[in-house]
Protein backbone atom coordinates (compact mmCIF):
# COMPACT_ATOMS: atom_id res chain seq x y z
CA UNK A 1 0.00 0.00 0.00
CA UNK A 2 1.35 3.49 -0.99
CA UNK A 3 0.73 6.46 1.48
CA UNK A 4 0.97 10.02 0.97
CA UNK A 5 2.01 12.85 3.50
CA UNK A 6 2.11 16.50 2.48
CA UNK A 7 3.57 19.09 4.27
CA UNK A 8 4.09 22.82 4.10
CA UNK A 9 0.82 24.15 4.13
CA UNK A 10 -0.16 26.88 5.85
CA UNK A 11 -0.84 30.98 6.23
CA UNK A 12 0.50 33.63 4.61
CA UNK A 13 -0.30 37.01 3.09
CA UNK A 14 -0.97 37.57 -0.64
CA UNK A 15 3.04 38.09 -2.42
CA UNK A 16 4.24 35.68 0.21
CA UNK A 17 5.49 32.12 -0.78
CA UNK A 18 5.17 28.52 0.58
CA UNK A 19 6.48 25.06 -0.54
CA UNK A 20 4.80 21.92 -0.59
CA UNK A 21 6.41 18.66 0.04
CA UNK A 22 4.71 15.18 -0.69
CA UNK A 23 6.24 12.10 0.20
CA UNK A 24 5.70 8.64 -0.72
CA UNK A 25 5.86 5.32 1.26
CA UNK A 26 5.21 2.07 0.21
CA UNK A 27 6.32 -0.27 -1.92
CA UNK A 28 6.43 1.01 -5.06
CA UNK A 29 7.82 -0.73 -8.47
CA UNK A 30 7.15 2.05 -11.07
CA UNK A 31 6.78 6.02 -10.09
CA UNK A 32 4.88 7.36 -13.08
CA UNK A 33 3.08 11.05 -12.91
CA UNK A 34 3.36 13.02 -9.76
CA UNK A 35 0.59 15.88 -9.53
CA UNK A 36 -1.04 18.62 -6.93
CA UNK A 37 -4.56 19.64 -7.32
CA UNK A 38 -6.36 21.69 -5.10
CA UNK A 39 -10.14 22.15 -3.82
CA UNK A 40 -11.28 25.57 -2.71
CA UNK A 41 -14.71 25.94 -0.48
CA UNK A 42 -17.93 25.59 -2.48
CA UNK A 43 -15.43 24.39 -5.47
CA UNK A 44 -14.21 21.00 -7.23
CA UNK A 45 -10.70 19.64 -7.24
CA UNK A 46 -8.87 21.49 -10.12
CA UNK A 47 -5.85 20.74 -11.38
CA UNK A 48 -2.77 22.18 -10.60
CA UNK A 49 0.63 21.13 -11.85
CA UNK A 50 2.13 17.70 -13.01
CA UNK A 51 5.23 16.17 -13.70
CA UNK A 52 5.79 13.06 -15.82
CA UNK A 53 8.31 10.49 -15.21
CA UNK A 54 9.71 11.18 -18.86
CA UNK A 55 10.66 15.40 -17.53
CA UNK A 56 7.42 16.95 -18.82
CA UNK A 57 5.53 19.30 -17.20
CA UNK A 58 2.60 20.79 -16.97
CA UNK A 59 0.45 23.91 -15.16
CA UNK A 60 -2.62 25.78 -14.87
CA UNK A 61 -2.92 28.64 -16.24
CA UNK A 62 -3.82 30.37 -13.78
CA UNK A 63 -0.33 29.40 -11.48
CA UNK A 64 1.56 29.89 -14.49
CA UNK A 65 4.57 32.21 -14.06
CA UNK A 66 3.96 32.09 -10.36
CA UNK A 67 4.59 27.76 -9.05
CA UNK A 68 6.88 25.64 -9.99
CA UNK A 69 6.53 22.04 -9.35
CA UNK A 70 9.48 19.34 -9.07
CA UNK A 71 10.22 15.88 -8.54
CA UNK A 72 12.90 13.44 -6.57
CA UNK A 73 12.37 10.48 -7.77
CA UNK A 74 15.11 8.55 -5.48
CA UNK A 75 13.00 10.14 -2.60
CA UNK A 76 9.41 9.46 -4.20
CA UNK A 77 8.80 13.49 -3.54
CA UNK A 78 7.22 15.98 -5.39
CA UNK A 79 7.26 19.38 -4.36
CA UNK A 80 5.11 22.53 -5.19
CA UNK A 81 7.18 26.19 -4.80
CA UNK A 82 4.38 28.62 -4.47
CA UNK A 83 4.79 32.51 -5.09
CA UNK A 84 3.31 35.79 -5.11
CA UNK A 85 0.44 34.14 -4.06
CA UNK A 86 -2.84 35.07 -4.41
CA UNK A 87 -5.76 35.20 -2.20
CA UNK A 88 -7.52 33.01 -4.39
CA UNK A 89 -4.99 30.41 -4.25
CA UNK A 90 -6.59 29.83 -1.01
CA UNK A 91 -7.33 25.99 -1.05
CA UNK A 92 -6.65 22.42 0.24
CA UNK A 93 -3.59 21.26 -1.82
CA UNK A 94 -3.71 17.57 -2.64
CA UNK A 95 -0.66 15.73 -3.72
CA UNK A 96 -1.66 12.96 -6.87
CA UNK A 97 1.25 10.06 -7.49
CA UNK A 98 0.34 7.54 -10.47
CA UNK A 99 2.16 4.17 -8.92
CA UNK A 100 0.41 1.07 -10.89
CA UNK A 101 -2.75 2.97 -9.73
CA UNK A 102 -3.80 6.52 -8.61
CA UNK A 103 -3.18 7.39 -4.56
CA UNK A 104 -4.28 10.72 -3.66
CA UNK A 105 -2.93 12.21 -0.12
CA UNK A 106 -4.90 13.88 2.97
CA UNK A 107 -4.32 17.15 1.67
CA UNK A 108 -2.93 20.24 3.66
CA UNK A 109 -4.23 23.61 3.72
CA UNK A 110 -3.08 26.99 2.21
CA UNK A 111 -4.97 30.25 3.36
CA UNK A 112 -3.84 33.09 1.66
CA UNK A 113 -4.80 36.43 3.64
CA UNK A 114 -5.37 39.61 1.33
Avoid at 54 to 75: E, L, M, P, Q, W
Wanted: contains cysteine; positive net charge.
Amino acid sequence: QVQLVETGGGLVQAGGSLRLSCAASGTIFSLGAMAWYRQAPGSQREFVASTTSGGDINYADSVKGRFTISRDNAKKSVYLQMNSLKPEDTAVYYCYVWATKAYWGRGTQVTVSS
